[in-house]
């Protein structure tokens, strides 16, 4: 079955591939294309077939998000793709602080919490995961240094009122975190070229005023998201099943402005508006921005003018990085991770079945 492109409305999508979006319900949810489904139709899977109709097509690209279009895949799948981006693809980040000194007016406990969630911009893959009963060494923690005071500027002119004319130091940043070299660290070439640090480094940890000051030490580990969001590698990671929409029939002409308006901006062009020969058609590349309101199924003047649906195998991805990982190589990591977990659990099936499968199976992390 041929993949339509990414820029095109799918116009001609086999109904078999819809989900059908009614006014109060949604049809076909269940994907059918299993054998024994269809009589005298072949659907048992195969790897060629499915390398024909996969597809993955990046349709924007920024410093730290992306979105791409991925075709073929089951739902579970690709939402195990998307769990994974947000659970199990590892980061470091601050997970011990020692604090020696802090008169500010936050907390130590509210502090340390703001110093975990700070992005840093260290491989993930040059560090070695850590459990709570390990000793901390160069191979498994980063060292940083936070002391900061805030003075009052002597030359800050009479009346001033603005805190950056008045005191030094009195917003302390993520930049402020100061990398303490451990070990071996300082002669590893990446850290020469680029030492460990926050991504942001004009994220506002505290406020302080003349004579406070903040005095701790951080130790920054391996983990996943799954144990804590902080280290979720991704701000957000969803995607939405790509719109299907196909037009019936012509809406009256004296409403085709009315029509146009039940969807999403730009979806549906009018043509001629305000004459009797007024028409609409789609935007084919826009049709993938419809929010599926259904507000055009509830109108009974446009009964019948109008198709709606999803296309059940094709998924619209938006991933915003806010860790070490660029936009373009958390998908390939994601899978990687997902690739490793089936590994084990097909390890796990295998000794299981050496056993003669009557043995228990004791299953680790991957």
């Not at 799918?10 to 979006?21: A, F, I, N, S």
């Not at 406070?212 to 969803?238: D, F, L, N, R």
């Amino acid at each position: 079955m041929p993949v339509p492109l990414p820029t095109t409305a799918p116009l001609d999508v086999d109904d078999r591939r819809l989900v059908g979006v009614h006014a109060e319900r949604v049809s076909d949810v269940s994907s059918a294309d299993f054998p024994g489904h269809y009589p005298d139709e072949d659907h048992s899977w195969s790897l060629d077939r499915f390398k024909e109709n996969l597809r993955l097509d990046v349709t924007r690209l920024s410093q730290r998000s992306i979105e791409l279009d991925l075709v073929g895949l089951d739902a579970s799948v690709a939402n195990a793709i998307r769990r994974t981006l947000i659970a199990d693809v590892p980061t470091l980040c601050i997970e011990a602080v020692y604090v020696w000194n802090n008169t500010s007016v936050i907390h130590d406990e509210v502090l340390a919490h703001r110093l975990g969630l700070v992005p840093l911009n260290v491989d993930p893959g040059m560090f070695e995961m850590r459990d709570a009963t390990a000793l901390p060494t160069d191979r498994n923690t980063l060292v940083f240094k936070l002391d900061v005071t805030c003075t009052r500027k002597r030359a800050a002119p009479a009346g001033a009122t603005d805190p950056d004319v008045l005191y030094e130091n009195h917003l302390v940043t993520a930049g402020m975190l100061r990398w303490e070299p451990q070990g071996e660290q300082a002669d590893i070439p990446q850290f020469k070229r680029k030492p460990p640090g926050p991504t942001n480094p004009d994220i506002v940890l505290a406020k302080l005023r003349p004579g406070q000051t903040i005095e701790m030490e951080c130790h920054a580990v391996k983990g996943v998201g799954k144990e804590h969001a902080k280290w979720s590698p991704v701000a957000t990671a969803s995607y939405r099943i790509h719109p299907y929409i196909s037009l019936l029939r012509q809406p009256p002409a004296h409403l085709v402005r009315e029509f146009a308006a039940c969807f999403s901006p730009g979806v549906v062009k009018v043509i001629g508006a305000g004459t009797p020969d007024a028409k609409v058609e789609l935007d084919p590349a826009k049709v993938r921005n419809e929010s599926m309101s259904r507000e055009v199924l509830r109108r009974t003047e446009f009964e019948g003018c109008v198709k709606l649906g999803r296309v059940r195998d094709w998924f619209l991805f938006n991933v915003e990085s806010e860790g070490p990982y660029a936009p373009q190589d958390l998908f390939p990591t994601a899978i990687k991770v997902l690739r490793t977990r089936i590994g084990v659990l097909k390890q796990g099936g295998d000794a299981h079945g050496a056993q003669g499968g009557d043995a228990d199976v004791v299953m680790m992390d991957a």
